[in-house]
């Protein structure tokens, strides 16, 4: 007895209808129920098979269940939901290089490199979405073999023909084809026997077995075999054709199963999610973005089942559900951001997530089934890489995204944040003029950070002020010069720390690396009498504590090489101090320049004011490669240091640098603590060494 059919409360009847309820019945007879319009939603949602039988299987069971009872509603949520995933629905990329450039060049000043890169990755999808799908005919009938020919062709197809599965291998061998359509019965080699050797040798290529001989017995043999459709004779164009398109869809999407999930990492503020925005749009692809700062319940990336009340799917596949398409671009923003707890750890999500070879079939706890994500291109963004599992960087490829230099930040901000800023202010050119001087004095004045948000707020600070002060003085223009700029936002929040105005003994300059940019820091030291202590403050981390002690260890083994008293340490303690004490101090770079700054303590040899040092130092004295060198460049730019010591691991980094970064500074590379010592502390030395 079907439910569809059946008003719920009523029993079925074979007496005839009373004649005082004739408006009731019609209305039952006209109106469908809202069972009829789910079972319609049903067969019209064109749903996989597997969903299908599940979406069936749920009408039913909410059949039995009374409306008012909560499991009607906790079911009629789930097929809605069902219903409402874009479960064939895809975006066709718009693969156009030139338009794709423009749209990145339009958005983003900078960030060649991280552009060429994109541009590259769209370049090869756009190959690949050139490849002309190819099918290999297997018939030993000739009219046949002509007539299938004719057909795939005029779909746009590469076809070849065989007359049986010897000749089928050979042409295999030769190129690989990514459909074969084959007769079972043939002379030589027939088409199991085949089906076994594609099976063997070419796992990807799908196979669909046609034969005028069609039994069960046949069609489970071949299916058995690895054959993934199965027709018999005389052909049903219409099905064969449909199954060659699906097949060489799924080969297609095989294809694209092992492209890129790009990491975008980086400062704050230095274009990372608006870059993901600009390749959505590049692609004409739908874009959701999913923050993950703070998550620590796996649940809400996954959803919860459904036995739990008030389950609600996972944010992937709402985000999925809202673009509206299955391949859109997911920017999975600030991972590094994400926790774990006793709820569980959201990065191991991401790893079935991320992985090309599960996300076919992403599991969701509340639904319970499996959705295709294999389609969609993922895009991470992080501020400290370090912080991911292994596995998961492993399945991310990295684009780094650096400082903005100064010349970067003015451009940026002429053409693009003043007028933003403007018109989002009710201002315009016609009412103020900021000048060039008044936008550098912001940039080196009031902000200090490596991306452009500080820059941003101090703009949009500024335009309120003038917008208050354009209607005071009834609307007269307005001209922003740097005395203006600073009257208006106060006095400069920061002072760029500059190189010493003299060179001093037991003084030094690092460069350093940190999440707002590069630095410079001083290292100062000092000796007294004491009782063989090394005093370290500043608050410093244990790497750099360590390093300090490595540099007195090292200079204490190699004292007469530098013509310093071997017992030296004896009766002394030496104090290592790094100004800033509240902020806290770590890595390794500093290390050079602690030795440097003690080589000048020991020796009374001052070290040049206009050298800054970075590099790790090992026990043997040797001076090894650190990271962050275009910003540790750009940092010694703006001190005023005209002379850099780097070691020689760090060159493949000077060779690829804009000739922005470097200019103006002559580096010094050094492979040992010696070449560094002799280059600083020779006061008549000269920076003759450039990139």
Avoid at 247 to 267: N, Y
């Amino acid at each position: 007895m079907g439910w569809f059919n059946i008003r719920k409360g009523a029993a079925p009847s074979t007496e005839p209808q009373e004649e005082k309820e004739p408006e009731r019945l019609q209305k039952e007879t006209t109106t469908p129920t809202e069972r009829e319009l789910l079972r319609e939603r049903l067969e019209a949602a064109e749903l996989p098979d597997e969903i299908y039988e599940a979406a069936h299987a749920e009408c039913e069971r909410i059949a039995s269940v009374a409306p008012s009872s909560p499991e009607y509603a906790i079911g009629l949520n789930y097929l809605e939901f069902l219903f409402s995933l874009p479960w064939n629905i895809t975006t066709k990329d718009d693969l156009d290089i030139v338009r794709a450039e423009n749209v990145l060049n339009a958005r983003h000043f900078g960030l060649q490199r991280v552009k060429d890169r994109i541009l590259e990755f769209l370049a090869v999808k756009n190959l690949r979405g050139k490849h002309t799908s190819s099918i290999l005919l297997v018939d030993d009938e000739a009219i046949a073999r002509e007539n299938l020919s004719i057909v795939f062709e005029n779909d746009g197809y590469n076809v070849r023909a065989v007359g049986n599965g010897l000749e089928a291998v050979a042409a295999m061998e030769k190129e690989v084809a990514d459909v074969i359509v084959s007769d079972l019965k043939m002379d030589g080699m027939d088409g199991l026997e085949l089906l076994k050797v594609v099976r063997k040798r070419w796992p990807d290529t799908k196979v669909i077995m046609l034969t005028g001989y069609a039994t069960v017995k046949t069609a489970v043999d071949a299916m058995r075999q690895g054959a993934d459709q199965y027709l018999g004779k005389p052909v049903n164009l219409t099905k064969l054709r449909s199954y060659v398109a699906e097949m060489l869809e799924q080969s297609v999407l095989a294809r694209q199963l092992h492209g890129p999930v790009l990491c975008f990492t980086g400062p704050p503020g230095t274009g990372k999610t608006s870059i993901g925005k600009a390749i959505a749009e590049a692609l004409g692809r739908k874009f959701f973005r999913l923050s993950l700062a703070g998550l620590r319940d796996e649940a809400e990336l996954r959803g919860h089942r459904r036995t739990y009340v008030g389950a609600m799917p996972g944010r992937i596949l709402q985000g999925v559900q809202k673009a509206g398409a299955r391949n859109p671009v997911i920017m999975l923003d600030e991972m590094d951001k994400a926790g774990q707890d006793f709820h569980g750890d959201a990065t191991a999500v991401l790893l079935e997530l991320l992985d090309p070879e599960q996300n076919a079939a992403f599991g969701d706890h509340y639904m319970g089934l499996p959705f295709d994500l294999s389609g969609a291109l993922f895009i991470c963004t992080t501020n400290a890489l370090e912080r991911f599992p292994a596995p998961l960087r492993d399945r991310m490829e990295v684009i780094e995204f650096s400082s903005y230099t100064r010349q970067e930040k003015f451009e940026i901000a002429t053409r693009y944040l003043v007028p933003e800023q403007l018109k989002l202010h009710g201002l315009d050119d016609q009412l103020v003029n900021v000048e060039p001087d008044a936008i550098t004095s912001i940039i080196m004045q009031y902000t200090r950070e490596a991306g452009l948000r500080g820059l941003r707020k101090q703009l949009a600070s500024l335009c309120r002020k003038l917008a208050r002060q354009a209607l005071s003085e009834g609307g007269s223009q307005l001209t922003v010069d740097a005395a203006m700029a600073e009257k208006l936002l106060g006095a400069p929040p920061f002072a760029s720390t500059m190189a010493q105005s003299e060179a001093k003994v037991g003084l030094a300059t690092s460069l350093v690396w940190t999440e707002n940019g590069g630095e410079i820091i001083f290292v100062e030291t000092a000796r007294m009498q004491g009782s063989k202590q090394l005093i370290l403050t500043g608050s410093l981390g244990e790497v750099l504590r360590e390093s300090a002690q490595t540099a007195l260890s090292y200079i204490r083994s190699h004292a007469q090489k530098f013509g310093i008293e071997p017992d030296f340490f004896e009766s002394s303690d030496i104090h290592v101090h790094i100004p800033a004490g509240a902020v806290t101090k770590e890595g390794p770079s500093a290390g050079g320049a602690i030795t440097l700054a003690l080589l000048s303590l020991l020796t009374g040899k001052p070290v040049r004011r206009d050298v800054a040092l970075t590099g790790e130092l090992s026990l043997l004295g040797e001076i090894l490669p650190v990271g962050g060198i275009r910003e540790k460049l750009m940092a010694a730019q703006q001190a005023g240091i005209s002379s850099v010591i780097l070691p020689k691991g760090c060159a493949s980094s000077l060779a690829s640098m804009d000739d922005e970064i470097v200019q103006d500074l002559h580096i010094h590379l050094v492979s040992t603590m010696e070449e560094a010592a002799e280059f600083a502390l020779d006061a008549m030395a000269t920076p003759n060494c450039s990139v």
